[in-house]
Structures are given as C-alpha cells and as structure tokens.
C-alpha cells in the first residue's frame, strides 16, 4: 500500500527484520563489512562506498519520500553537486544552468568546470524559446533550483523538465529549499534531485551532508563516481540524518505557516519596501509556485526603507535570530546576503539578480510564530 509522506518518514527504509529488534537503525561503526558474495569493487562493503546499514536505510528513505527510483547519500550537498555533475558531464560537454545559483554552485561553474574541459552557458528568463537558441548538439544536461536564493525566484519548472526530455538532456534540480516536503521533482519529470541535508532534511543545524536522488541508472553512475571521488558519509553523520528526517514533515509544514505569517506581516509593514516569497500573491511566481508546491518553504527575504543602515540596525535589535549563514534548522536565522554568501560577486552582478545591498534573508525556525512576529516588530520599530 502506498503510504503518504509522512508515513515514510517514520518508516520506509527501516531494516526488516529490525536489527536485534532495534526501533531505530544502529550506528554501524565498522570501516569494512565481512565479504558477502559480491563480484568487483563497488560491491564490497566500506563506509567509502557508501554501502554500511546506515548508507542503505537512507537511501531508501530518500528515495521513497520523493517518489523516486533510488538515491544516495553523500559528505556534503557541494559533493552532492560536483559528484553529479562530474558524472553527468565529460570533456567536451555542455551545460544550461539557471543563473543566481547557490553561491558554491555557482562558483564551481564559473571557476572550475572550464578546467574540466566543460563548458557553460547561464539560462536567459524563463522562455523555452530562449533557451532553444542556447542548447547545441554537445549539451548533455540542464540545472535549476527549485527557489533561488537570496530572492526566492520560481522559474518555469515543468517547462524545464520537458525542454530537458525533448533534447535529450538530463535534468538536474537543487530542490534543498523546497526539500521533499513541498516539491518531489521526480513527479515532475526531474532525472536527479540535489539537497543539502545539512539544511531542511537534518534540520539541527548539526552535522554537513547531501543526497541525489532520482533515476536508478544515474544514481549507479553518480555512486561509481562518489567511491572514486571519495566523499561519503560518515555513518554517525548517517545516524543524525536519519533521525533529523523523521520530524521533517512537521518541521517543514509548521515553517511553511511561519514564514507565511510572517511574510504577510512584512508586507504589510510600512517600514519593509519588499518581501520575496513565493506564498505572497506579490510574488511574480505566485500562480506557477501555487501548481507547483504543496507549500512554499520556510525562506523568505526582506528589504527594508532606509538602505544598509536600515537593515543592519533592524539585524541587530532583533533578539531572537541568530545572525548566521546556513538555513533550514530549528532556530530562526538572518544574513545580509550582499555581505556574506555573495559578497564575492560584483555589485553589478548582484543588482541583476536582485542581491541589493539592504537585502535581509531569513530562514524561518520553529520558534513561536508570534514571538517572532513580535521581535520583528519591535526591531522595526527602532
Ligand atoms: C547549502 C546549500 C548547498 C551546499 O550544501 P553544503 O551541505 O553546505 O555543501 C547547495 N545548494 C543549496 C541551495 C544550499 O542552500
């Protein structure tokens, strides 16, 4: 019987029977396993080759919340990223990648694929047509976000997966804001789905870690690849994974509320000149972000009357966010992207993509909806 997500969180990819009649997975921390009938290297069990109990619990966890095929877990969501992307894509390849990509992601286009012998092209708008003018014979995959960050972009995502079918081209998304909870990319007719689970999937702000999830045949591939490049997860890290995931449906949901209320507060204050999210019908997304998500995440971004000195007053008087980078955990925290994640990036190429220098994100934790409300208000206040 096909349970819903919810369910799965507690129980897809439990051991059967259960080890020892353990409720939750044990830590299994032994480097090697007994040799056990397997043919050639990727057999072998090796905490590298991210085969242990651990590795295997999670990616079948992972794999059934989104509804996909199979997936794999990782040392970070940056390994998640260039593991696919070095397995996707050979010297001599092309990619079409969504321009205002995560920091990291875009600075390993930008700065290394060239050494790869890779090349690139930044897709224009969200017109299938341009991006028809853009893809050549040698392109082999297409990459997006499901919500950009800082400014919570939405492009066309159901446009993209089927450009990708139509010429051939695998298609990548980063679905780490959104995470499973409020889109599956897989339903959506995505081939690889990217997280950091340092981010929504942990969600305790405590351990680094990535998956890719998605088409069977790929994940093989992009596994080969991970024993040969070498970034697998630890299995403690595994251990805090899988039970960071278990509350993630109830953590997601009651973010989704929180930032909606306190989008809707924003917006509505007289001291805020514009908020980004896509749950507000102000978003030039709203309508496509209403088909695609069950929920519109726990990010948003704000920029206050006033400028710089405005935003850096109102980061200091709040109380109860941390001034922190990172998103997705329990705790409620605030950056100036202009100073921190894209603070690399020239001014003008920050303007472009909406990164002004007042820009305040925020990621919503699971604080008391109202007490922040309240924090908010009286750091706008001043
Ligand atoms: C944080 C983040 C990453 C990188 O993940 P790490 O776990 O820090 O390596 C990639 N994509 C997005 C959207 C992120 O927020």
């Given at each position: 019987?096909?349970?819903?997500?919810?369910?799965?969180?507690?129980?897809?990819?439990?051991?059967?029977?259960?080890?020892?009649?353990?409720?939750?997975?044990?830590?299994?921390?032994?480097?090697?396993?007994?040799t056990a009938g397997g043919t050639g290297y990727h057999?072998?069990?090796?905490?590298?080759?991210?085969?242990?109990?651990?590795?295997?619990?999670?990616?079948?966890?992972?794999?059934?919340?989104?509804?996909?095929?199979?997936?794999?877990?990782?040392?970070?969501?940056?390994?998640?990223?260039?593991?696919?992307?070095?397995?996707?894509?050979?010297?001599?390849?092309?990619?079409?990648?969504?321009?205002?990509?995560?920091?990291?992601?875009?600075?390993?286009?930008?700065?290394?694929?060239?050494?790869?012998?890779?090349?690139?092209?930044?897709?224009?708008?969200?017109?299938?047509?341009?991006?028809?003018?853009?893809?050549?014979?040698?392109?082999?995959?297409?990459?997006?976000?499901?919500?950009?960050?800082?400014?919570?972009?939405?492009?066309?995502?159901?446009?993209?997966?089927?450009?990708?079918?139509?010429?051939?081209?695998?298609?990548?998304?980063?679905?780490?804001?959104?995470?499973?909870?409020?889109?599956?990319?897989?339903?959506?007719?995505?081939?690889?789905?990217?997280?950091?689970?340092?981010?929504?999937?942990?969600?305790?702000?405590?351990i680094v870690a990535g998956a890719v999830i998605g088409?069977?045949?790929?994940?093989?591939?992009?596994?080969?690849?991970?024993?040969?490049?070498?970034?697998?997860?630890?299995?403690?890290?595994?251990?805090?994974?899988?039970?960071?995931?278990?509350?993630?449906?109830?953590?997601?949901?009651?973010?989704?509320?929180?930032?909606?209320?306190?989008?809707?507060?924003?917006?509505?204050?007289?001291?805020?000149?514009?908020?980004?999210?896509?749950?507000?019908?102000?978003?030039?997304?709203?309508?496509?972000?209403?088909?695609?998500?069950?929920?519109?995440?726990?990010?948003?971004?704000?920029?206050?009357?006033?400028?710089?000195?405005?935003?850096?007053?109102?980061?200091?008087?709040?109380?109860?966010?941390?001034?922190?980078?990172?998103?997705?955990?329990?705790?409620?925290?605030?950056?100036?992207?202009?100073?921190?994640?894209?603070?690399?990036?020239?001014?003008?190429?920050?303007?472009?993509?909406?990164?002004?220098?007042?820009?305040?994100?925020?990621?919503?934790?699971?604080?008391?909806?109202?007490?922040?409300?309240?924090?908010?208000?009286?750091?706008?206040?001043?």
């Amino acid at each position: 019987m096909a349970h819903q997500l919810e369910t799965k969180l507690i129980h897809a990819g439990e051991p059967q029977p259960r080890i020892e009649g353990a409720v939750t997975v044990p830590i299994f921390q032994s480097a090697m396993f007994e040799t056990a009938g397997g043919t050639g290297y990727h057999d072998l069990r090796y905490i590298r080759l991210n085969n242990t109990p651990n590795h295997r619990a999670l990616h079948e966890k992972l794999a059934a919340l989104e509804n996909a095929e199979d997936a794999v877990v990782m040392a970070s969501g940056m390994a998640a990223i260039t593991t696919t992307l070095l397995t996707v894509l050979s010297a001599g390849d092309h990619l079409l990648a969504q321009d205002c990509l995560y920091g990291g992601t875009h600075d390993f286009l930008t700065q290394d694929l060239r050494g790869f012998g890779i090349t690139f092209d930044f897709l224009e708008g969200d017109d299938p047509n341009d991006w028809q003018r853009q893809v050549r014979p040698e392109t082999k995959a297409i990459y997006v976000e499901s919500m950009t960050n800082p400014t919570l972009q939405v492009t066309d995502l159901a446009a993209v997966a089927s450009f990708a079918k139509s010429h051939g081209l695998v298609s990548i998304i980063d679905n780490t804001f959104a995470s499973p909870v409020n889109y599956r990319p897989s339903e959506w007719g995505y081939d690889l789905s990217l997280h950091s689970c340092t981010k929504y999937l942990n969600g305790h702000s405590d351990i680094v870690a990535g998956a890719v999830i998605g088409r069977a045949d790929l994940i093989q591939n992009v596994t080969h690849k991970l024993n040969h490049l070498g970034g697998s997860l630890d299995p403690h890290a595994c251990f805090l994974l899988y039970r960071g995931m278990k509350t993630l449906a109830v953590r997601v949901k009651y973010q989704n509320e929180s930032a909606m209320t306190l989008g809707k507060f924003f917006d509505a204050h007289p001291a805020v000149s514009k908020v980004n999210y896509p749950g507000l019908p102000t978003h030039p997304a709203y309508q496509r972000s209403c088909e695609l998500f069950d929920g519109f995440g726990g990010m948003l971004s704000i920029e206050l009357e006033g400028g710089v000195e405005a935003a850096t007053r109102f980061m200091q008087k709040a109380t109860l966010p941390l001034i922190a980078p990172s998103l997705g955990g329990v705790e409620t925290l605030m950056t100036r992207p202009a100073a921190t994640s894209h603070a690399g990036m020239l001014p003008e190429d920050r303007q472009k993509v909406g990164v002004t220098d007042s820009l305040i994100r925020v990621s919503v934790g699971i604080e008391a909806t109202e007490d922040l409300v309240a924090d908010f208000d009286q750091a706008l206040a001043s």
